[in-house]
């Protein structure tokens, strides 16, 4: 189970940094009573990497569980 979860958690964060890598910004429009406003995300220049390093890190560590963790 916790092997589960640290394999899910390092591929999720992974796929959240190439994603950050593949996109510059995105915007997003707030639907409120006063009207539409629009708001622009863009990622900082080491965010991808961070999150592509701490995922593929954590798939790794996920794997070297030791089998008593596993839950079999």
């Known amino acids: 189970m916790l092997r589960a979860l640290f394999l899910g958690l390092g591929i999720f ?3 959240i940094g190439l994603e950050c890598l593949a996109v510059d910004s995105a915007t997003i429009m707030n639907l409120s009573d006063t ?3 629009l708001v622009t995300v863009a990622p900082a220049e080491w965010l991808p990497w961070s999150l592509i390093s701490f995922g593929a890190i954590t798939i790794l560590y996920s794997f070297t569980l030791p089998q ?3 839950g079999g």
């Open 68 to 70: 008593k963790f596993s």
């Open 35 to 37: 009207g539409p406003t």
């Open 13 to 15: 964060t992974l796929f």
